[in-house]
């Protein structure tokens, strides 16, 4: 794996190839699979020893909705409308009256 600062490459077709696996027999399976390895949470011990199992197992549900991303990504997420659009834009205000 060559190490760079450039995001990898996951191209549309990428992703269809990954969501054929997720819902494949053997796909439906690994989440599940990954899911049961999870480090268990400590129920008591040191204070460190419990915040880093707690870092532990945040992390790896991380990359668990990370690879379900992939598979499923959402869409970007559509542009919110200008609350405010500038004075200036006459096409954003439709009051009949044009700045000259």
Do not use: C
Not at 21 to 39: D, Q, Y
Not at 61 to 82: F, H, I, T, V, W
Request: hydrophobic share 40%; no cysteine; net charge negative.
């Amino acid at each position: 794996m060559e190490i760079t600062n450039a995001r990898p490459e996951w191209t549309s077709d990428d992703v269809a190839i990954f969501r054929q696996f997720i819902e494949s027999p053997t796909g439906r399976r690994l989440v599940p699979a990954l899911a049961h390895n999870a480090p268990m949470l400590l129920r008591k011990g040191e204070t460190n020893d419990i915040l880093i199992r707690t870092g532990e197992l945040a992390g790896f549900q991380d990359g668990l909705q990370a690879l379900l991303n992939m598979a499923y990504p959402m869409s970007e997420p559509a542009k919110p409308e200008e609350a405010f659009p500038a004075l200036e834009n006459d096409a954003a205000w439709n009051d009949g009256n044009q700045l000259k």
